[in-house]
């Protein structure tokens, strides 16, 4: 079972004097952050459709990343995983982790078309 931690960072020099840390794993991607009001949010793997990698000029050079997750989850339908090292290597990982949570749960990705249901029992 692979897990990573890694702490948001300072655009500056790449620092990770910040309060919000991300733990990965196989099956679940957890946000902490705060001091002196901790919040965690949790975004189960299989619930993650897409994921964005997206670095910028300052980023580049100083071998950081961001990355967004774009998810089903309620709270947080864009996770996104600032200014973190190892992003692309990250990334990837969260790609294959959440197929393999889907095909483990035998999840199926739908789209929400924004099919009004009231719409279709008038048609009835």
């Known amino acids: 079972m692979a897990e990573y931690t890694e702490r948001k960072r300072w655009l500056f020099l ?3 004097f910040t309060f919000t840390k991300y733990i990965i794993k196989d099956d679940m991607l957890t946000i902490d952050s705060g001091l002196f009001k901790k919040v965690e949010n949790d975004c ?3 619930k993650v459709q897409d994921v964005e990698l997206v670095t910028s ?3 580049r050079l100083v071998g950081i990343g961001t990355v967004i997750c774009y998810t089903g989850d309620t709270t ?3 996770l996104i995983l600032s200014h973190i090292k190892h992003a ?4 990837n990982f969260i ?3 959440s197929e393999q949570a889907r ?3 035998r999840t199926l990705n739908t789209l929400n078309i924004n099919a009004d249901l009231d719409d279709m029992e008038d048609a009835e």
């Open 14 to 16: 790449g620092l990770p």
């Open 44 to 46: 189960y793997m299989y």
């Open 57 to 59: 000029l300052a980023e």
């Open 76 to 78: 947080h339908p864009k």
């Open 88 to 91: 692309k290597e990250i990334k």
């Open 95 to 97: 790609l294959e982790a």
């Open 103 to 105: 095909m483990r749960r």
